[in-house]
């Protein structure tokens, strides 16, 4: 069967060659100011400059040397491709909105290291499959995360005035092509390529506010799964029905393997991709718990994809999510953290370990207040508040507003500064605010009070 890779890679080159028509971003995404519907819910970064300045070498030669060196040291692989700098962030094309933070995620993959919470989390579940569905489940978690517009959104039926696609909730890195939102933005070519039975892991990359469970990028699993009219001819139900009992009873399975004796309730919910859609929950630790959206895939998907006559359901959960639940994770910042007192606490296959936290560092909070102006969003401000302090920012939070009489409209936000790892000086933190500032005037067109 065809590789996925080489989808990624033929479409790097293409995108490539469009460079010189891509299409200036549609206003309407760069105002847009909603939050993403809960079929795309989302998830801070360090954002330091991935390639630093160096000085210029004296000779046209040792220049031409210097540049490919610096090249070939910032490029990433994964899945057999390999990924540069200069193919996800692209100052001069005003379709790209991918800063350098970002691009220092890529290739990282969390999820592939065996000691790592999220790789013991993604693990488990592999074992859960493995024991009720010996060799069924294909596994796939290095896939990269480079996608088409038509991956990511079209092949699963994201409508196109869904908020998801707007340059405010997705990083673009041309007018065709995005870092992945999901994982569902493989499951076409999986389709296509023979797979009836999959797991997809991944890193997925999304635009949204910063406080402790919410960051830029993070890590989901999908579950996949086609039947036949052959498989439910003799249950007496319809191939909707079926795939939908089958589901629940598979995925009840998964959180009592992950949660033990728990109970649980569905919800009924909306994606654009299943019907009927479901939420999992469980009663946990005094609360309900959202594990898992769920559902049957919508009809058009398999189709499209040479299943025509077949059923199917799918399901999707984020891995840091149940993770700082199960780990006793307070802050989602933690699982990029190299500081050995976070990593040396877990280990390969242990689920039951309960982190124990290492710091009781003070937030520092600073406020800061502006006029808006009509193409302001929360989400671009975060996304400029990250770019000075990166990971030393905890929250951004709105602490009021008001609109005058002229029909000026004010914010106040309060930016909370604090590292998981040591203490923050006052002259640090009052450097990052005078430059968080200026950033915020300057490129998102604000009046400073």
């Not at 506010?209 to 960051?215: F, G, L, V």
């Not at 002229?406 to 203490?423: F, L, N, P, V």
């Amino acid at each position: 069967m065809r590789p996925l890779i080489r989808t990624a890679r033929c479409c790097l080159r293409a995108r490539a060659r469009a460079m010189a028509t891509l299409p200036i971003a549609p206003a309407a995404f760069s105002a847009s100011s909603s939050t993403r519907a809960s079929a795309l819910r989302p998830h801070r970064l360090l954002l330091a400059r991935f390639l630093p300045a160096a000085t210029p070498p004296p000779t046209a030669g040792a220049r031409a040397l210097r540049t490919a060196a610096a090249a070939a040291a910032s490029a990433v692989e994964v899945g057999g491709v390999k990924i540069a700098r200069e193919d996800v962030v692209k100052e001069d094309d005003p379709t790209n909105n991918v800063p350098d933070g970002i691009f220092s995620k890529i290739g990282l993959q969390l999820h592939r290291r065996d000691n790592h919470p999220l790789g013991i989390l993604k693990n488990t579940i592999y074992d859960y499959f493995d024991k009720n569905f010996a060799g069924h489940f294909d596994k796939f978690d290095d896939l990269c995360p480079l996608v088409s517009v038509k991956q990511n959104f079209d092949d699963v039926l994201v409508p196109a005035d869904h908020v998801s696609r707007s340059y405010n909730d997705t990083y673009y890195v041309d007018g065709q092509t995005v870092l992945r939102c999901h994982t569902s933005a493989h499951q076409a070519e999986l389709l296509r390529d023979g797979h009836t039975h999959f797991l997809v892991t991944g890193d997925v990359y999304r635009r949204d506010s910063i406080d402790s469970t919410h960051y830029p990028v993070f890590h989901q699993m999908e579950g996949f799964r086609v039947f036949s009219p052959d498989d439910w001819s003799d249950s007496g139900m319809d191939g909707t029905a079926y795939a939908a009992t089958d589901l629940k009873k598979t995925l009840e399975g998964l959180a009592r393997h992950l949660f033990g004796a728990v109970e649980m309730r569905w919800v009924d919910t909306y994606f654009p991709f299943t019907n009927p859609s479901f939420e999992l929950e469980i009663y946990f630790q005094d609360d309900w718990l959202e594990v898992l959206g769920c559902g049957v895939t919508e009809q058009e998907i398999l189709k499209r994809n040479g299943r025509t006559d077949h059923v199917a359901w799918a399901f999707g959960l984020g891995l840091e999510r149940l993770a700082m639940v199960l780990f006793d994770i307070p802050d989602i910042r933690l699982f990029w953290s190299n500081d050995k007192r976070f990593t040396s606490q877990f280990s390969e296959g242990k689920l039951d370990v309960k982190f124990k936290p290492f710091s009781k560092f003070p937030p520092c909070y600073k406020d800061m207040s502006f006029w808006i102006n009509d193409a302001f969003t929360e989400n671009n401000l975060c996304e400029v508040v990250r770019g000075i302090a990166g990971d030393l920012v905890e929250e951004v939070k709105l602490i009021d507003n008001f609109t005058n009489k002229k029909g000026m409209t004010s914010h106040c936000y309060r930016i909370a500064y604090r590292s998981m790892e040591r203490s923050l000086t006052d002259e640090e933190i009052n450097s990052l605010q005078l430059n968080v500032r200026e950033a915020v005037k300057s490129k998102l067109n604000v009046e400073l009070r």
